[in-house]
């Protein structure tokens, strides 16, 4: 029998459950993808390569990602969707135990190719699962809880996983979330009704976008912004190790507080967006430029560095809901496909930024890859000026 969309307001628990359930497993995505960010300095330590080279463990899955969040929905036609879904997740647990079993940084490599499958195509898959489970009164409820997975990633996951990897030693973080993945495969498989697909994916959608000048801006901003905080903040650690004097045990409670910084810029964002989009972008990307230019020059204890720490996280977590909220005011009736579009750019904008970053950082030194990143994301408020508002 198959369940798709419910006939009622009312909504059982066990379909609650089941929202529930693929929030967490955003969470272990967005987790995994990340996890390496607070923890370049101990496996470059512990596999002899230099940070900027450990920076590819971010590059690789987002390239990944990046073409698997459009091509994969593609590629599956009408396979049940809660099969692929528990297929996925199966796959980032196995690449995170082979993360944790890597006796070289080929492997590591490898196993983080696997997660960047996982990445692009649960995404791609999971966006669309909160219309089909729940009624339409209930539909943005469950869409909050479903994305709110990636920023409880932010928040705790990535810290938490920090701190797993600074007590013990960073194969333990990954087997720890490959644990977590386990977990949220038992439970997709228990509470997901069956999901096929209700029409073909189509890729022709999403270079018509490009057409629309709201959604082509805003895409590029989403890949200046994005690429920008990602090559700088990829090497967050040896930053704050090196300019700000932060112990290496400090740097997992302070990314949790760059996550909580991040609640509250999104909730600010969303505020200053319904008023007017292009000014909260605007303002975001040149608050972003002036944090990391700054930041060589005003970060040179651990109070200053952890305060621009904090408003760096408080300005990037406004960016996705800023750019979102454009995005649906500039194609309402394209929402769909420009979101698809603008999702592979943010991926591969992560790719980008973390290795033009492990460039710089090996090239020059990190206060370069700030100085870079500001330059990256001072130009979105320039392209974003010239562009008209929906």
């Known amino acids: 029998m198959t369940t798709t969309v419910l006939s009622t307001d009312r909504v059982p628990l066990k379909t609650w459950l089941a929202v529930a359930a693929v929030a967490v497993g955003t969470f272990s995505v967005v987790t995994v993808e990340q996890l390496p960010v607070g923890l370049l300095t101990s496996i470059g330590g512990d596999l002899d390569i230099t940070e900027g080279t450990a920076g590819l463990m971010v590059t690789v899955p987002g390239l990944v990602a990046s073409a698997a969040a459009p091509l994969l929905p593609v590629a599956i ?42 990445i692009g195509g649960f995404w791609a898959l999971a966006a669309g699962i909160a219309v089909r489970l ?4 209930h539909v943005p409820r469950a869409t909050s809880l479903t994305f709110g997975g990636a920023t409880a990633a932010n928040v705790l996951g990535v810290p938490a996983g920090t701190l797993i990897g600074g007590l013990t ?47 082509r801006t805003a895409v590029l901003s989403t890949f200046l912004l994005v690429s920008g905080h990602f090559a700088a903040f990829t090497f967050v650690s040896p930053i704050l190790q090196g300019i700000s004097g932060v112990s290496e045990s400090m740097i997992g409670p302070l990314l949790l507080a760059f996550g909580v910084a991040g609640v509250v810029g999104t909730f600010v964002a969303s505020a200053g967006a319904s008023r007017d989009v292009r000014k909260t972008i605007i303002t975001l990307g040149v608050a972003l430029a002036a944090i990391m230019a700054l930041f060589p020059l005003l970060g040179g204890s651990p109070l200053t560095g952890s305060a621009l720490l904090i408003l760096w996280g408080l300005a990037f977590g406004g960016v996705p809901v800023a750019v979102q909220t454009w995005i649906f005011k500039g194609a309402p009736d394209a929402a769909e496909a420009a979101t ?26 990190v206060t370069g890859v700030l100085w870079f990143g500001a330059l990256l994301t001072v130009l979105t408020s320039l392209a974003v000026w010239r562009t008209r508002d929906a």
């Open 169 to 215: 030693d960073w194969r333990v973080a990954f087997a720890a979330v490959g644990v977590l993945g386990l977990l949220v495969v038992a439970g997709l498989w228990l509470l997901l009704p069956r999901l096929p697909a209700t029409e073909p994916v189509r890729l022709r959608a999403l270079p018509r976008q490009f057409r629309n000048p709201v959604v």
């Open 340 to 365: 698809a579009l603008n999702t592979s750019v943010f991926n591969l904008a992560i790719a980008l930024g973390a290795l033009l970053g492990g460039l710089f950082v090996d090239a020059v030194t």
């Open 77 to 118: 036609r009408r396979l049940d969707r809660r099969v692929v879904l528990i297929g996925l997740l199966g796959l980032m647990v196995l690449a995170n135990a082979m993360s944790a079993f890597a006796p070289n940084f080929a492997v590591l490599l490898a196993s983080r190719f696997l997660v960047g499958v996982s």
């Open 134 to 137: 729940v009624p339409d009164r």
